[in-house]
Nanobody, 123 residues
Framework: QVQLQESGGGSVQTGGSLRLSCAAS????????WSWFRQGPGQARVWVGS????????FYADSVKGRFTISQDNVKNTLYLQMNSLEPEDTAMYYC????????????????WGQGTQVTVSS
C-alpha cells in the first residue's frame, strides 16, 4: 500500500506561483511513475504531468508546459509541483498519483491517489 498526501494549495492572483507537495509513505519503491492530475469545477480529471522513477524524465500536458515543473526528493519521499505564471484556467483540485505501470503514467487509471489540494487563481 502507498499513502499520498498533498499540501501547498491556496489562492493566488494571475501571474502568481505556488508549490504543491505530495508526501508519500508505504511501499513507494514499487512505483515507476509519479504524476499530478487536476480537476476543475464541473470538469473531468485531467493529467498535468509525470516524472518517471527510472530516469527522472518529466512529461507535461501542453497546457502547462513551460510553466509547471515536477520534481522529486527521494530522501523525503516527496513529489513537488512548482507552478508559475498561474492563470484562472489553472483553478482546480490538484491530485498526486502513482502507478506501478510505466504505460499508465498519464492514464486516469493510477494505482494510488491522494485526497487533493485546492488551487484557486483569481484575475
Amino acid at each position: 500500500q502507498v499513502q499520498l498526501q498533498e499540501s501547498g494549495g491556496g489562492s493566488v492572483q494571475t501571474g502568481g506561483s505556488l508549490r504543491l507537495s505530495c508526501a508519500a509513505s508505504g511501499y513507494t519503491s514499487s512505483m515507476v511513475c509519479w504524476s499530478w492530475f487536476r480537476q476543475g469545477p464541473g470538469q473531468a480529471r485531467v493529467w498535468v504531468g509525470s516524472i518517471r522513477t527510472a530516469d527522472s524524465n518529466t512529461f507535461y500536458a501542453d497546457s502547462v508546459k513551460g510553466r509547471f515543473t515536477i520534481s522529486q526528493d527521494n530522501v523525503k519521499n516527496t513529489l513537488y509541483l512548482q507552478m508559475n505564471s498561474l492563470e484562472p484556467e489553472d483553478t482546480a483540485m490538484y491530485y498526486c498519483a502513482a502507478t506501478t505501470r510505466a504505460s499508465r503514467c498519464s492514464a486516469p487509471l493510477q494505482s494510488y491517489w491522494g485526497q487533493g489540494t485546492q488551487v484557486t487563481v483569481s484575475s
